[in-house]
């Protein structure tokens, strides 16, 4: 008889079965539906593609340009700009890599989830081309306005401070009739939202430095709550009346720092009509020295707008454009056209610039996303796309788990059916494994895909083969007149050079295919892989000590209980 290695001890046989419980309420306790959220995640089974519906992109990058050298950070560079643009998508668990190939460097985009697959292409195609432009030949004795225009200009104005002036007179009796005087004849934008609805002017509350010199004095110095300023207050953009509702101390502010509630009334100053597109010419100044851009309110006109910070070296060309320029129009320009064009006021410094426009709130967040994201660093074309419908993922998800529970209750029959009592500890061993499993699934997180679930199914097989090797092992070591605990630990001994070498080689595979294979390729290879590294702990482990556990008891180790049969050997216990 071969040379048997050392039994486990009754301390150690009851440490590890206290262990193997605890591991198996844990993974339980991740595995069920409403489990934990660790570290503010929630911890759930990622599905990928093919089984909760989505697109399916592979783009071929152009590098033709770019010496051989530096053509793979070219495509690494491209790879971060298009996940950060699919990540604007808001999509959960977007995948982005690239795949070398004969034809070049490709891209393969894979987004699940999503519902509208063109607008996902032009997001990640397209490049929001943001430019700087000044009048032509702008000097100011050729800005100035036409003897007509300055006549319109007078005649405009003056007829807008007598209304300014005619309304004040009406609100000043009646305050009260303040908020439906801004619905009817307020001119700023932002007193309509974008269905059309009125807001009375209302400001909503604010604090210093949201508003030009003018209202701002007004507002904050001049007035005392529920008071309404006596004269129209001008400024660029027009006269305004103004009301303070009410104000209150900035929560966490500075001391005596206040934010005021008020309402306004704007009467447009005459607007000088925009240059066309023919008479704008670039600056330097454009896209690529954006820093960053975020969605902000205009406190005026409660519209949304998209705040430019320019790096250093565009903040200083900001600097000098506008103070070359005061007094005229500085246009930025959008993929080719003029979004917004204001007038130069004063010398901006800091570095940043507000794009104000007709915007959306959606609109705004899109283009910010967009310009955040930045330029690609090499063209791409996209090749082929694969749309797989929701329904059909869940009809496949279905499928899947159907086919994995029937395969499963045939095992279980099989194993209790032929092993009997070590066929239901392979069960309870099986159970263990496939909670474990699950777990890690969602712990790391694994993304499912079919043949990811496919890989799952393999290793579950492989995990009751290794039970059938150690169970024919403890058979013979029974018919070669061993006790009950002797056999099973000889069995696992003999057993385990074969479960291990031909999981070693299942392992070398799966890492051949991770590391090699395309994204489906993959998915096989990494569940495999897992589900591989698990079996062996279960069949090793947790077999062996619920074995080494349940057989002590004298009523189960009938011959009869492990489907044996011999004469005159003794099952006593060792």
């Known amino acids: 008889m071969a040379q048997q290695k050392k039994a486990l001890s009754r301390n150690r046989i009851r440490l590890t079965l206290v262990g193997i419980l605890i591991l198996a309420v844990a993974a339980v306790f991740v595995v069920i539906p409403d489990g934990p959220d660790l570290f503010g995640e929630e911890v759930k089974v990622h599905l990928g593609l093919d089984l909760q519906g989505g697109a399916h992109l592979v783009y071929q990058t152009d590098v033709s340009s770019i010496p051989s050298a530096d053509q793979e950070s070219a495509v690494d560079g491209t790879r971060d700009v298009i996940e950060r643009r699919v990540n604007a998508l808001g999509v959960s668990e977007p995948l982005v890599q690239t795949n070398k190939t004969d034809a070049g460097y490709r891209l393969i985009v894979e987004l699940p989830g999503v519902t509208d697959v063109n607008d996902a292409i032009r997001q990640i195609g397209e490049t929001p081309v943001l430019e700087f432009k000044t009048i032509k030949n702008s000097a100011p004795e050729e800005s100035e306005l036409t003897p007509v225009q300055l006549e319109e200009q007078a005649s405009f104005n003056a007829a807008q401070l007598d209304r300014a002036d005619a309304t004040l007179e009406k609100v000043l009796k009646s305050p009260n009739t303040f908020e439906d005087n801004a619905n009817l004849l307020s001119e700023d934008p932002g007193n309509t939202d974008p269905e059309g609805n009125k807001n009375g002017g209302d400001l909503g509350w604010a604090r210093r430095g949201m508003f030009v010199d003018e209202f701002e004095a007004a507002l904050f110095d001049e007035l005392a709550d529920s008071e309404i300023k006596s004269t129209p207050v001008e400024t660029q953009f027009g006269w305004h009346l103004i009301q303070r509702i009410e104000s209150r101390p900035v929560e966490n502010g500075e001391e005596g720092e206040i934010e005021v509630h008020g309402r306004h009334i704007l009467f447009a100053k005459w607007q000088a009509p925009q240059a066309s597109n023919a008479e704008w010419e670039n600056t330097e100044l454009s896209g690529k020295h954006l820093s960053t851009s975020t969605v902000q309110f205009d406190p005026t006109s409660g519209q949304p707008t998209v705040t430019l910070q320019f790096n250093d070296e565009g903040a200083e060309l900001f600097e000098q454009i506008t103070d070359a320029n005061i007094g005229r129009q500085v246009a930025i320009f959008l993929d080719g056209f003029v979004i917004s064009a204001p007038t130069v006021q004063q010398k901006i410094t800091g570095g940043q610039a507000v794009i104000s426009g007709s915007f959306t709130i959606v609109e ?199 489907g044996i049969k011999r004469k005159n050997v003794s099952t006593e216990n060792s």
């Open 364 to 562: 705004a967040r899109e283009l910010a996303s967009r310009l955040n994201a930045g330029a690609l660093p090499v063209p791409i074309t996209l090749l082929s796309q694969q749309t797989v419908g929701p329904s059909l993922g869940q009809l496949s998800l279905e499928k899947s788990l159907v086919a994995a529970l029937v395969g499963l209750i045939l095992v279980i029959i099989f194993m209790v059916g032929f092993y009997r009592f070590p066929g239901v500890i392979a069960v309870l061993a099986l159970a263990i494994y496939g909670a474990v499993v699950v777990a890690i699934f969602k712990l790391v997180p694994v993304t499912l895909t079919l043949s990811g679930i496919a890989g799952f199914i393999l290793s579950l097989g492989m995990a009751v083969d290794a039970n059938v090797l150690i169970f024919e092992r403890i058979k013979e070591e029974l018919y070669r007149g061993q006790s009950m605990k002797s056999a099973i630990e000889d069995g696992f001994h003999r057993a385990w050079t074969a479960i291990r070498d031909g999981n070693i080689s299942t392992l070398i595979t799966a890492f051949i295919l991770l590391t090699f294979g395309t994204s489906l390729i993959k998915g096989f290879a990494l569940t495999l892989g897992i589900g591989v590294l698990v079996s062996m702990f279960s069949a090793i482990t947790v077999s062996r000590i619920l074995l080494l556990v349940f057989s002590s008891a004298k009523p189960l180790q009938a011959d009869w209980l492990w």
